[in-house]
């Protein structure tokens, strides 16, 4: 049998070490939150909950700087390294006796920004890693196949792992992620020169306000975000309605039938977005995604009819597989059309727009619930039409996007060499 071959070899590490730590900081979060005894469980969630945002908006832009001033790879091993100190140290605060609940303050928020800058520094590699036809491929086995192996039974199951023993497991997970981090060898491209802090940052918000692609990913991400809570609160309102019977029963086949809104979108959008990204491009891929899943959303107004639980299921499950194909579309479009020495920079800013939105579409959750408790069609009639709403910011920029691909915003790197001698060196 013949070897894998290196550039196989390198991306086998980079998506194990992702893996780890796309589900690691995730899991940490409960894991924190029941470390300290003495502090009731609703005030740290309280607080983490109002930190953590904060620290981010403040953090955002100067860390995109950082990243694209350095060598990504350092920033991913670093971040890891960082993280696995930040949660080994709860525990072992705790073991030795001295008090945990201040350091316990400053971790619950610093790894929130961790996971963020390993976030932005991953987009930011991966482009380096494989060939810019094989990023959205990449992209889902990245973001989805891999880290819901751990989630998904998770979720069904209903099990939260806590305890010293599972921090200090997810510590040496993050520090086995930055050796592979270490690991992997792409070829990146120099850092740009400096400029100065503010110049850079300004360069990164100016850019993602002026590409058409890059402003209509930046709008549609804030219109998802205050149609998430529409749409949520319309799927709650639903899952009482199509399960009340069904609830208490207590058999797998309805536990089974109530959690596959979790598991289901995975490997749907999966599956459609690998099948389609090379026939129709990324960015077409991600809009007709979400105007041919949308309208599924109509089905949650029959929840209460016949098989309610298809109903609800259906009316779900498509809709969260159209969002989970558009976002990996969108970031693969994202990558291939932004120059790499900006990579770290215009995630940034997209961060910063949808942690403001998140906070601000948190205001409507009290009415989405009152209007979703009205029941009937109107309630799903809405949630459908603001799911196609957001879609519109992306149907207005798919000319420009397609020459983007085309003819040529991320197909060289301006006043850089680097791209071709990588794209020949990389075969993944």
């Known amino acids: 049998m013949a070897a894998p071959s290196p550039s196989r070899r390198r991306f086998a590490l980079f998506a194990l070490a992702s893996a780890v730590v796309c589900v690691s900081f995730p899991l940490a979060e409960p894991a924190l939150w029941s470390a300290e005894q003495r502090v009731p469980l609703k005030l740290l969630i309280m607080f983490d909950g109002a930190v953590e945002p904060v620290a981010i908006l403040v953090l955002a832009l100067p860390l995109g700087v950082l990243i694209d001033r350095t060598r990504r790879r350092s920033v991913l091993v670093l971040s890891a390294l960082l993280g696995a100190v930040a949660l080994t140290s709860v525990p072992a605060a705790g073991a030795l006796g001295a008090p945990t609940w201040p350091l316990l303050l400053a971790v619950m928020p610093a790894s929130g920004v961790l996971a963020m800058v390993t976030e932005l520094g991953r987009d930011a590699y991966l482009p380096s890693v494989v060939r810019r036809e094989r990023l959205l491929p990449a992209n889902v086995l990245l973001l989805t196949l891999l880290p819901q192996i751990v989630v998904v039974p998770m979720k069904l199951t209903g099990a939260v792992w806590q305890g010293p023993v599972f921090l200090f497991a997810i510590g040496l997970a993050l520090a086995a992620a930055a050796a592979l981090f270490r690991g992997v060898s792409a070829v990146e491209a120099p850092p740009p020169p400096r400029a100065g802090l503010w110049r850079e940052t300004a360069e990164g918000i100016r850019f993602t306000a002026r590409h058409p692609a890059l402003r209509a990913i930046a709008l549609y991400l804030v219109l998802s975000a205050v149609v998430a809570e529409i749409a949520g609160a319309v799927a709650g309102e639903a899952w009482e309605t ?74 779900t499950a498509v809709p969260a597989a159209g969002r989970l194909i558009a976002f990996v579309a969108l970031l693969s479009h994202r990558q291939a059309v932004t120059p790499h020495r900006l990579l770290g920079r215009t995630g940034a800013v997209l961060i910063v727009l949808t942690t403001v939105t998140d906070g601000v579409a948190g205001l409507l959750e009290g009415p989405a619930e009152r209007l979703a408790e009205v029941g009937g069609v109107a309630p799903a009639a809405l949630a459908t039409v603001a799911a196609l709403a957001a879609a519109v910011p992306l149907l207005r920029a798919r000319r420009s996007a397609d020459h983007d691909v085309n003819g040529g915003l991320g197909d060289a790197e301006p006043a850089v060499s680097w791209g071709e001698p990588a794209i020949r060196r990389i075969d993944w």
């Not at 089974?256 to 977005?273: D, I, K």
């Not at 690998?274 to 979400?290: E, M, N, P």
């Not at 109509?298 to 009819?305: C, E, K, N, T, Y």
């Open 242 to 315: 199509a399960f009340r019977g069904l609830s208490g029963a207590g058999s797998g086949s309805a536990r089974w039938l109530m959690s596959a809104p979790a598991y289901v979108p995975c490997v749907l959008g999966a599956l459609v977005a690998v099948l389609l990204h090379r026939r129709i491009g990324t960015f077409r891929l991600a809009w007709w995604a979400l105007i041919v899943s949308g309208p599924f959303t109509l089905l949650l107004a029959l929840s209460g009819i016949g098989p309610g639980w298809a109903w609800y299921v259906l009316g």
